[in-house]
């Protein structure tokens, strides 16, 4: 059976059609007046450097927005949309947000020869999404879907006569623990080897790139998957993600360390291959759209295999603190966190993902 792969091209692209693919040629239609643009930090909930256009941006589980309420953390600027009518003759003085669970209205506004839409939008979806949190100046929209990916992947936005979808995206790794597929961002999964789905609609396939590093920009190391992951469609799944390849593999590039905390060849390799692709630990995805370079998605995890081993962070730099008249050495930016015990993997993420701790090492 040929496998299928979707390719979109531009005018005077040159592509090159495998004989054994059943190739789907995409031409975007021409750029709608309906602009969508976001933030650009994926982490902080401060001051941003400003915004960026985008066709595509990632839903919050809604038991995370709880924890931002009651907390009273924010959203991230990255995932908090902005809607602009690049229209000056536009009669309507609204913007309609179409899913499956309805359709939601949005004032306009008047700005220079344009409309802006009067709020930001954050998608939710999950247990319990009912629009529920309060942000000033923020509309929550719910788009769960009951199936595997647990979210509506497309949006539909109209205003008068225009139209345009929105692409909603995000990684996701089944959970061994229940088989559910979760989003990568601060989560805690038990595998090396990862059963996952990468959910990418209105971008190409063959415009993006899937980078893979440690997680940590002190060190040398990312690895280039984006011919191991070979995504080919609006969703594509892969069971069971190799543990390895041959360092000299065509399949990947990049830089990584040979020595050091967290080396990422193996001593004693497996038949696979020497380089380790997701590691022990805190891992990075960054998804990036190749023909502009923009960071679509960013998301921190942890990767571990038995509870009764420990996984500890790397630490760069420490402090002194003096308690009872003793001096303790401290790791610099890090938090220990304690959860009650037997809590679930996921409610962990969740609860790191609302106070954006980065997973990086964990004892059960």
């Known amino acids: 059976m040929k ?9 005077g692209d040159h592509i090159r059609l495998d004989n054994h693919t059943m190739n789907t040629v995409v031409i975007p239609v021409p750029e709608s007046p309906v602009r969508f643009s976001r ?19 990632s839903a919050i589980d809604q038991k995370v927005v709880n924890y931002f309420s009651s907390h009273a953390t924010l959203p991230e600027p990255a995932n908090l949309l902005e809607v602009r009518i690049e229209d000056p003759a536009l009669q309507e003085s609204k913007l309609e947000v179409e899913t499956e669970n309805g359709t939601t209205e949005i004032a306009l506004i008047k ?20 629009g529920g949190g309060d942000f000033d100046g923020i ?26 979808e929105l ?21 805690v999964f038990k595998t090396r080897t990862p059963t996952f789905k990468l959910v990418c609609p209105r971008v190409g396939p063959n415009n993006i790139e899937v980078i893979l590093d440690d997680g940590d920009d002190a060190t040398a190391d990312t690895v280039d998957i984006t011919r191991v992951v070979d995504h080919a469609q609006q969703v594509t799944e892969y069971s069971d ?20 905390e967290r080396p990422r060849l193996f001593h004693e390799p497996p038949p696979e291959g020497e380089l380790a692709l997701f590691i022990y630990g805190e891992n990075r995805i960054i998804i990036r759209d190749k023909t502009d370079h923009t960071v679509l998605f960013r998301g921190h995890f942890l990767l571990y295999l038995d509870d009764r081993e420990t996984i500890s962070g790397r630490v760069h730099e420490e402090d002194i603190v003096v308690i009872d008249e003793a001096e303790h050495p401290i790791a610099r930016d890090h938090v220990l966190v304690d959860f ?11 609860y790191f993902y609302a106070l954006r701790l980065r997973p990086r090492g964990i004892t059960k």
Do not use: M
């Open 3 to 11: 496998q299928e792969r979707e390719i979109w091209v531009r005018t």
């Open 39 to 57: 933030g650009t930090s994926f982490f902080s909930e401060g001051p941003d450097e400003g915004s960026r256009e985008t066709r595509v941006i």
């Open 111 to 130: 700005e220079g020869d344009a409309w802006k839409a009067e709020k930001k939008i954050l998608f939710v979806y999950g247990s319990g999404s009912s």
């Open 139 to 164: 509309v929550i929209i719910d788009i769960t879907k009951a199936d595997e990916i647990g979210f509506q992947q497309k949006v539909k936005f109209t205003a008068g006569n225009h139209e345009r």
């Open 167 to 187: 692409g909603i995206i995000d990684f996701l790794i089944r959970d061994p623990a229940d088989n559910k597929y979760r989003t990568v961002r601060y989560g």
């Open 241 to 260: 993600f190799p543990i390895a390849v041959k360092d000299t593999s065509r399949r990947v590039k990049g830089t990584w360390e040979e020595k050091g």
């Open 340 to 350: 009650v015990e037997n809590c679930a993997d996921h409610d962990i993420a969740r």
